[in-house]
């Protein structure tokens, strides 16, 4: 008994000396930043700087304090177990539709796990003292307004996407798309936050949503198959529809743009089998309530319909078939970095089409009447604009 004793005292004393012994001490390192927000969910994401549990705190947008009383707390859990690890995501569920709410993510340092015995180090969460909470708002299908930003095609350059954001008014934009290709490959999970999520956490993205729809080039690289975790990870797949006012947004996911048999991709990839259940998957989801019932059909998809690459001909096929059936207002992409609009009918494509460059972005507006696209370069000048009036269907 003395000895057991004096183990878990020699223990007590020597954890935290070999905890400073690392350096640094926990904190959130980054995000967090909003993703799959829906009328009455939203998932929070963010890493911390060493393993640890993490947990989000959940406050309506009222006039009391954070600190008034405990907060719903909702963890990182699997299968009924807290997570241990640098990544977390929560999922909180049961919210109301067109609600703010306010939040706060908290980690705890996990310094030592032995059978039953878990020894916990400090812990460290976002400012909610010096600092107003963070703060999100659900969806609403019945708002009759909507607001977007797209870019595509960033490729890392994180002063570019600066630029970028500088030139819209976030306070009026409800949500952002990352059409692909923000970077060129994906070595490490760094890679995103150095290449551009760290940039869109610092600008927006921890409270504005952000809607991904991969591109060729994240699905390259030694950390590829690890996209999911951080990107859209309440969805079974990377393809998916998602409403917000009177749109509803079709998310599809390109896959690569040369065949699977391609010597660069040292035979890992699957896609042609990919796109092939991801248009089963679309035949379906073009019948839905979701995309029935909404006022304005917006296809968000990084690679074009058409052109001689293999990646672009087998969209071509698999998909615009049946888009072409369900009749969308606009098709959104981008790959090519330069800029094209098509109108119905080019390309054996029934609807208006723009491929963005890698120098330009969207800013859109839906209302009662017409959905509006605007282009803008680097220096906030608008190249283009398409209105498209309220389909009578």
């Known amino acids: 008994m003395k000895t057991r004793i004096l183990k878990t005292i020699l223990l007590a004393c020597l954890l935290p000396l070999w905890a400073m012994a690392r350096g640094e001490a926990i904190r959130i390192e980054h995000g967090p930043y909003l993703q799959d927000v829906s009328e009455n969910e939203a998932t929070i994401v963010w890493t911390a700087n060493h393993p640890s549990i993490g947990w ?19 963890y990182d859990t699997r299968i009924g177990i807290k997570r241990v690890g640098r990544r977390h995501v929560v999922r909180l569920t049961g919210l109301r539709p067109g609600t703010r709410y306010r ?20 812990n460290a969460a976002t400012d909610v003292y010096t600092k107003r909470p963070l703060t999100f708002t659900t969806s609403d299908h019945a708002r009759p307004t909507v607001s977007f930003v797209m870019v595509n095609d960033i490729h890392g350059r994180n002063e570019v ?24 490959q994906y070595n490490r999970d ?4 150095s290449g551009f999520m760290d940039t869109a956490t610092r600008l927006f993205a921890s409270e504005i949503p952000m809607y991904y729809a991969r591109g060729n080039h994240e699905t390259r690289g030694e950390a590829a198959a690890s996209f999911h975790d951080y990107f859209a990870p309440a969805q079974d797949e990377l393809y998916y529809l998602f409403r917000q006012g009177p749109v509803c947004f079709v998310m599809l996911d390109c896959g690569e743009d040369k065949p699977d048999s391609d010597i660069e991709y040292y035979g890992l990839t699957a896609y042609d089998d990919y796109r092939s259940r991801q248009a089963e998957w679309l035949s379906e989801a073009l019948r839905s309530d979701l995309y029935r019932t909404a006022p304005y059909k917006v296809v968000v998809c990084h ?28 098709y959104l992409c981008g790959h090519l970095h330069l800029y094209q609009r098509n109108e119905a009918g080019e390309e054996n494509v029934g609807f208006p089409l723009i491929v963005n460059s890698n120098d330009t972005f969207i800013r859109a507006e839906a209302d009662s009447e017409r959905l509006t696209i605007r282009v803008f370069d680097l220096s906030g000048k608008e190249i283009d604009h398409l209105v498209i009036p309220k389909p009578t269907r």
Not at 63 to 70: C, V
Not at 103 to 113: I, N, Q, S, T
Not at 319 to 328: G, M, S, T, V, Y
């Open 190 to 193: 760094e890679d995103l936050f």
């Open 103 to 122: 939040y706060r993510v908290c980690v705890k340092e996990v310094l030592k796990h032995e059978r039953n015995q878990v020894h916990y180090g400090n």
């Open 161 to 184: 996407l600066e630029r970028m954001i500088s030139h819209c008014d976030l306070a009026s934009t409800d949500l952002f798309l990352f059409n692909g290709d923000m970077i060129s």
């Open 303 to 330: 690679m074009p319909p058409f052109g001689s690459w293999h990646g672009e001909m087998d969209i071509a096929r698999k998909f615009i078939p049946l888009l072409n059936k369900a009749k969308p207002d606009v």
């Open 56 to 74: 989000v705190e959940l406050a309506p947008d009222d006039s009391s304090h954070f600190y008034a009383t405990p907060r719903v707390t909702v």
